[in-house]
């Protein structure tokens, strides 16, 4: 290009540059910041609060909201329609996983509250679709961050649909739901740059949680290892809101939904969980898929806390506060019957992408309760998915009910359904399509006396924030609160702001003295020497994972690798697998190259490694195995990567097992600190030290399949490591600091 040209063209993108960002600034700029800026509906009426939805209530108890409250409807109205679809490619499909399966009631002793029919009848087997998600991150980013993960049913029952749209922790941020489009906007990505992606670690979110206190009880569970799920297989599910149930003899009860799963509750480590996010960003649906498709399906035991009417004001917290629990000391979870994923979806977008879940979706037996939060998402959903899906959202394969629907809606976008007939209308002169009477199976509206004046106020026990902050964090061990403080160390380290991290800190020690501390310790801030509010030092049960362990020790649908080089011990390793198999868990090799690996035998042969070092992390992992084989450990004890796998196995407190030359691999080429190991001469005595186990010879017994018996001390090789793989981890390791020396 001639100099001229260059001059030429160098002016012409300056020009429409300029003149663009000219436009753009004088036109279309609002400056947010700007001094003597307030706040506004979209037709200019200035807003006096932002904070409560129009309701009624005496400002002692809370009645219902009102639809009536324009302010509250143009937020969410705006907030809901925020998003435009994605782009077809470059755009992943929306993040999440979900499965079909179904729910099924032990007995009918849910009848003495509810008269619903798929809470009270065995004889049913009523069709779930759940889908897991995580909130804040969008269509691209990875499943191991660290968020709330999403648990939404929807029960297709023989009344109608009903969905429980419910998380993996009992409680939610904020009180309101007038107050979720802030909440939403402060933990998504800053708006000047569209940073950070999938994290709450950022000045936005930690300044709302600060600005917001009723935020500190949630935060301290999703900072703690709830946030960082191992599987979705293994998280709880909490309807989170109150709901309501009546019963055949009109009575009515407060009751919150539960889902413990069989497999107990656990985490990734924070380390493991940002390195997946890399390594395999789909591991928790490629884990879900993967259980399923090998016959493990995940199981979950339903109940339901209860609280009948007239018994709602004997609490020191709201019932209907969703930033509480309800201590399961004063209101145990009673079962009633089990939820069970037994088939994977077919095809992702139709399935996954098009359920649409709506709060509002209940079936007659169960009802809503005054829950500020829970009113406003009963508008909410169904209005988002007008946006997403269309109007006639209802009608796509995987929302429509198994009964049958029959009514006067009409037309719209995307119609699927023609009708016949002459009228659209009710009353008709041909009588049809009539409502059904309650008598008959029609809704129930439960006659509920409202009283109090209209006003944009909460409760009066909603004004405490931190009593349950502190009840959650005591009850959790010693591991958990040390991983809690790693967790808001890391969140507010990542916040550059210091009127942020500072502010934040001395929030802290409204919950605890220690923890407020330590954080002030490791990011900087200042570190408080009194607390602000006596910790009360009470504790409640179910909160810690640790509470939360299979009644029964299980490995089922662990992944437990087997290290391999040329020259590995060839009947050791196929009578692990075919024990490892024999108790549902899943054995890989993993060896240098994917493809054929030999072992010291040539009459027995080879074996074909699953993935290779490189391909496939410890990460990816629950367990790691190293068989004896002198060749093969040389070949390993050379290789820096199958050093590193097994080192990063031991830094995320994983089982380690080793026979013959395997344990001296550990003990010299691996070193791993602190461990005491199987001596030479010790025959087939198993020794476990920081949840290594170890022995010199591995001693077959008759048939090649040795049954995992989850004994410790003389349980044999495979038991006591199967009891080690049953405890998750060996948090031993991260206590003592040997973790740190890897
Ligand atoms: Fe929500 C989606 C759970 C409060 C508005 N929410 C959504 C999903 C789950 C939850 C699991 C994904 C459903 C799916 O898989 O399709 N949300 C909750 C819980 C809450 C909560 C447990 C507190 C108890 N949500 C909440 C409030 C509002 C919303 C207060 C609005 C006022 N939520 C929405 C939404 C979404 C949604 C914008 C986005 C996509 C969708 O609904 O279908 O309407």
């Given at each position: 290009m001639s100099s001229i040209a260059q001059t030429a063209k160098n002016a012409f993108t300056t020009m429409?540059?300029?003149?663009?960002?000219?436009?753009?600034?004088?036109?279309?700029?609002?400056?947010?910041?700007?001094?003597?800026?307030?706040?506004?509906?979209?037709?200019?009426?200035?807003?006096?609060?932002?904070?409560?939805?129009?309701?009624?209530?005496?400002?002692?108890?809370?009645?219902p909201s009102l639809l009536e409250d324009q302010i509250a409807r143009e937020k969410i109205h705006r907030f809901d329609h925020e998003r435009i679809p994605e782009r077809v490619v470059h755009a992943r499909q929306a993040l999440g996983a979900a499965a079909h399966g179904y729910f099924k009631v032990y007995d009918n002793s849910a009848s003495k509250y509810s008269y619903a029919g798929v809470l009270t009848d065995p004889s049913r087997t009523t069709p779930v679709f759940l889908r897991f998600s995580t909130v804040a991150g969008s269509a691209g980013s990875a499943d191991t961050v660290r968020d709330v993960r999403g648990f939404a049913v929807k029960f297709y029952t023989q009344e109608g649909n009903w969905d429980i749209v419910g998380n993996d922790i009992p409680v939610f941020f904020i009180q309101d739901a007038?107050?979720?489009p802030d909440l939403i906007h402060a933990v998504k990505p800053e708006p000047h740059n569209g940073v950070p992606q999938a994290q709450s670690a950022h000045n936005n979110f930690w300044d709302f949680a600060f600005q917001q206190p009723e935020t500190s009880h949630m935060l301290m569970w999703t900072m703690s290892d709830r946030g960082i799920p191992r599987s979705y297989r293994m998280v709880q599910g909490f309807g989170v809101n109150t709901f309501t149930t009546v019963n055949a003899e009109g009575k009515r009860f407060f009751v919150k939904f539960h889902f413990v799963p069989e497999l107990g509750v656990h985490s990734l480590m924070w380390d493991e969980a940002l390195k997946i996010c890399g390594q395999d960003p789909d591991f928790h649906r490629k884990d879900l898929n993967e259980a399923i498709d090998n016959g493990a399906y995940p199981k979950w035991k339903f109940g339901m806390q209860i609280i009948p009417e007239g018994e709602e004001d004997k609490f020191e917290f709201d019932i209907l506060d969703a930033t509480k629990v309800w201590p399961e000391e004063l209101v145990p979870v009673e079962f009633f019957g089990e939820l069970v994923l037994n088939r994977t979806v077919d095809e992702y977008f139709p399935?996954?992408?098009?359920?649409?879940?709506?709060?509002?979706?209940?079936?007659?037996?169960?009802?809503?309760?005054?829950?500020?939060?829970?009113?406003?998402r009963n508008f909410s959903y169904f209005d988002t998915q007008i946006t997403r899906l269309g109007i006639n959202w209802q009608e796509l394969p995987i929302n429509r009910p198994v009964c049958p629907v029959m009514n006067f809606n009409r037309d719209g976008q995307g119609q699927h359904r023609i009708h016949k007939g002459t009228v659209n209308y009710w009353p008709n002169r041909l009588q049809a399509t009539p409502p059904k009477p309650v008598a008959q199976g029609g809704y129930y509206d439960y006659p509920q006396k409202v009283g109090g004046l209209k006003q944009r106020?909460?409760?009066a026990k909603f004004n405490?924030?931190?009593?349950?902050?502190?009840?959650?964090?005591?009850?959790?061990?010693?591991?958990?609160?040390?991983?809690?403080?790693?967790?808001?160390?890391?969140?507010?380290?990542?916040?550059?702001?210091?009127?942020?991290?500072?502010?934040?800190?001395?929030?802290?020690?409204?919950?605890?003295?220690?923890l407020a501390q330590q954080v002030a310790e490791n990011v900087g801030g200042e570190k408080p020497s009194q607390a602000a509010r006596q910790n009360h030092g009470k504790k409640s049960k179910n909160l810690s994972q640790f509470d939360l362990?299979?009644?029964?020790?299980?490995?089922?649908?662990?992944?437990?690798?087997?290290?391999?080089?040329?020259?590995?011990d060839f009947s050791f390793v196929e009578a692990m697998r075919a024990s490892i198999l024999g108790a549902k868990a899943l054995p890989f090799l993993i060896g240098p190259r994917r493809?054929?690996?030999?072992?010291?035998?040539?009459?027995?042969?080879?074996?074909?490694?699953?993935?290779h070092f490189e391909g496939m992390r410890s990460t990816m992992f629950?367990?790691?195995?190293?068989?004896?084989?002198?060749?093969?450990?040389?070949?390993?004890?050379?290789?820096?990567r199958a050093i590193h796998w097994v080192r990063e196995a031991f830094g995320h407190c994983k089982t380690i097992g080793a026979a013959g030359e395997g344990v001296w691999f550990l003990r010299t080429a691996v070193n791993l600190p602190g461990v005491d190991f199987a001596n030479n001469g010790s025959g087939d005595a198993v020794t476990s030290s920081y949840g290594v186990v170890t022995t010199e010879k591995y001693s077959f017994t008759s048939s090649a399949l040795e049954p995992i018996k989850f004994a410790t001390g003389n349980g044999g090789f495979l038991s006591n490591f199967a009891t080690e793989l049953s405890k998750h981890r060996c948090w031993a390791r991260e206590l003592d600091g040997l973790t740190e020396q890897v």
């Open positions: 429409t540059q300029t003149e663009k960002v000219a436009q753009l600034s004088n036109n279309f700029t609002v400056n947010t910041e700007a001094s003597g800026a307030h706040l506004t509906t979209d037709h200019g009426t200035a807003v006096a609060d932002t904070d409560n939805w129009l309701r009624v209530t005496d400002g002692t108890k809370h009645g007038i107050k979720f399935e996954t992408e098009q359920v649409a879940f709506c709060t509002s979706h209940v079936v007659p037996g169960i009802g809503f309760s005054d829950d500020p939060l829970l009113q406003g106020a909460r409760g405490e924030y931190f009593n349950q902050a502190q009840l959650f964090y005591n009850s959790l061990a010693p591991i958990e609160k040390m991983h809690l403080i790693k967790a808001i160390s890391f969140e507010l380290d990542h916040c550059d702001d210091p009127q942020v991290y500072i502010s934040m800190t001395k929030r802290l020690a409204e919950i605890d003295l220690d362990m299979p009644e029964n020790p299980t490995i089922e649908t662990r992944r437990i690798a087997i290290l391999v080089a040329d020259g590995f493809g054929s690996i030999a072992s010291s035998d040539s009459k027995l042969g080879s074996l074909p490694a699953d993935h629950d367990a790691v195995i190293i068989p004896p084989g002198e060749k093969h450990v040389n070949t390993l004890a050379k290789n820096g």
